[in-house]
C-alpha cells in the first residue's frame, strides 16, 4: 500500500512559479513510478508528467519546458516543479505511482492516488 499526499499549491500571478512535493508512505518508494496528472474545472483528468524507478521521464507537450519532475528517494517524495505558468495551468494537481508499470499516460496506469493540491493561476 502507498499513501500519496500533496503539497505546495497555491495562488500565483501568470508567468510565476510553484512547486508541488508529493509526499508517499509504504515501502519501496524508489521501485515506484510516479506521475503527476491535473483536472481542470468541467474537463477530464491530463496526464502532465512521469518519473520511472529508472528515471525515464515524460511531458506533456503543454507544460514541456516549463515544468520538471523530480524525486529524492531517500525523502519518499516526488516534485513537480513549475515554472513560467500560464492561466491554462490552473487545475487541481494529482500525484500518483505505479508499481512495475508499463504506460504512464493514461490515469488507469497508475493505482495510487493522492488527493490534489489547487494550483491557480491569474492572468
Known amino acids: 500500500q502507498v499513501q500519496l499526499v500533496e503539497s505546495g499549491g497555491g495562488l500565483v500571478q501568470a508567468g510565476g512559479s510553484l512547486k508541488l512535493s508529493c509526499a508517499a508512505s509504504?515501502?519501496?518508494?524508489?521501485?515506484?513510478?510516479m506521475g503527476w496528472f491535473r483536472q481542470a474545472p468541467g474537463k477530464a483528468r491530463e496526464y502532465v508528467a512521469h518519473?520511472?524507478?529508472?528515471?525515464?521521464?515524460n511531458y506533456a507537450d503543454s507544460v514541456k519546458g516549463r515544468f520538471t519532475i523530480s524525486r529524492d528517494n531517500a525523502k519518499r517524495t516526488v516534485y513537480l516543479e513549475m515554472n513560467s505558468l500560464k492561466p491554462d495551468d490552473t487545475a487541481v494537481y494529482y500525484c500518483a505511482a505505479v508499481y512495475g508499470g508499463t504506460q504512464y499516460t493514461r490515469a488507469d496506469d497508475y493505482r495510487y492516488w493522492g488527493q490534489g493540491t489547487q494550483v491557480t493561476v491569474s492572468s
Open positions: 509504504g515501502r519501496f518508494f524508489s521501485s515506484y513510478d
Open positions: 518519473l520511472t524507478w529508472n528515471a525515464g521521464t
